[in-house]
């Protein structure tokens, strides 16, 4: 079944991880994490559309997540990170818009209130 439990090649000294794992790596107490599911749909749709729209998507996923609804509030800098410029962001939440993916109201001084949609049918 599992071989013999006393074989001393799995053994590994401690503090060190498993060096064979089968379970999907998980975050640490305290770090973000993504959480699901997340339609495959909707992932694939936001791949296919150009620049950053799918990293922007997964933070909105992330935000929604947080608070466990689909509509979220977030600013520009919020979406944005040391890899991803606020003008990145502007850009994916606008390709994530017009794919359907998202639906955008701005208020003027309270950043975008942003609802994720289904992925569009096709």
Do not use: Q
């Not at 599911?37 to 922007?56: C, D, E, M, Q, S």
């Not at 466990?68 to 962001?89: H, I, K, M, Q, Y």
């Amino acid at each position: 079944m599992g071989g013999d439990p006393f074989d001393p090649a799995r053994i590994h000294p401690p503090g060190e991880p498993d060096p064979t794992p089968t379970r999907p790596p998980r975050h640490r107490p305290g770090e973000p994490f993504l959480r699901g599911p997340i339609p495959w749909a909707w992932v694939t749709t936001a791949a296919a559309l150009p620049g950053k729209a799918l990293a922007v998507g997964l933070v909105l996923w992330r935000e929604a997540g947080c608070v466990n609804r689909r509509t979220v509030r977030v600013t520009l800098a919020r979406l944005a990170g040391p890899r991803l410029s606020a003008d990145a962001a502007r850009r994916g939440v606008r390709a994530l818009e017009r794919a359907g993916l998202v639906s955008v109201e701005l208020r003027p001084g309270c950043g975008l209130v942003v609802t994720l949609n289904d992925a569009p049918a096709g």
